[in-house]
Antibody, heavy 118, light 109 residues
Framework: QVQLVESGGGVVQPGGSLRLSCAAS????????MHWIRHAPGKGLEWVAF????????YYTDSVKGRFTISRDNSKNTLYLEMNSLRAEDTAVYYC????????????WGLGTLVTVS | QSALTQEASVSGTVGQKVTLSCTGN????????VGWYQHISHSAPKTVMF??SLPSGIPDRFSGSKSGTTASLTISGLQPEDEADYYC???????????FGGGTKLTVL
């Protein structure tokens, strides 16, 4: 059974930085692309970033380009999101999510970690 | 403004069949499979459909379809536990990113 466990969230001042981690188990991590998706208070789900199974390609939503960096360590079965120059509008629960093999959708979600920029 | 358009709200009674829609264009739904995600506040989202696949553990009263640039999620035999926000999502070729609809709030009366 796939388990995704996020960590690293917390309260940070505007302009600050945080590094989120997502520990994966129950799957061959190196075979699947991974997403970060967030849910801000009172808003809908928003895709943040995606990294291919081997880390060869990375994609970002426009609002985080140049500020956030997605990466992975397949030897540690861990996904990361480095967040810099944080803004109030980045306040959200951040979920890591696994793609099912089609390269883009999601079949498994973590429980999320809360990031508050204030 | 979301790249995918969903109804803001849909309601139905227990046992009824409801259909949620998701409209996009040729760069997204017209070219890629669609995922549907159930989100209940203060809990993790759950995948209820991706492409033609029903994830393990999801009851078969959930089904998905696509025609052109519109995707649909049908719930046959609505249950009280189905009350949630539902989001559609897929890849967008022109944006080089995953996109979500604005979400549909499903109320079970």
């Amino acid at each position: 059974q796939v388990q995704l466990v996020e960590s690293g969230g917390g309260v940070v001042q505007p302009g600050g930085s945080l590094r989120l981690s997502c520990a994966a188990s129950g799957l061959i991590f190196s075979m699947f692309g991974m997403h970060w998706i967030r849910h801000a208070p009172g808003k809908g789900l928003e895709w943040v970033a995606f990294i291919r199974y081997d880390g060869s390609k990375k994609y970002y939503t426009d609002s985080v380009k140049g500020r956030f960096t997605i990466s992975r360590d397949n030897s540690k079965n861990t996904l990361y999101l480095e967040m810099n120059s944080l803004r109030a509008e980045d306040t959200a629960v951040y979920y890591c999510a696994k793609e099912p093999g089609d390269g883009y959708n999601v079949d498994s979600w973590g429980l999320g970690t809360l990031v508050t920029v204030s | 403004q979301s790249a995918l358009t969903q109804e803001a709200s849909v309601s139905g009674t227990v046992g009824q069949k409801v259909t949620l829609s998701c409209t996009g264009n040729s760069n997204n739904i017209g070219s890629y499979a669609v995922g549907w995600y159930q989100h209940i506040s203060h809990s993790a989202p759950k995948t209820v459909m991706f492409g033609d696949s029903l994830p393990s553990g999801i009851p078969d009263r959930f089904s998905g379809s696509k025609s052109g640039t519109t995707a649909s999620l049908t719930i046959s035999g609505l249950q009280p536990e189905d009350e949630a926000d539902y989001y559609c999502s897929t890849w967008d070729y022109s944006l080089s990113g995953q996109i979500f609809g604005g979400g549909t709030k499903l109320t079970v009366l």
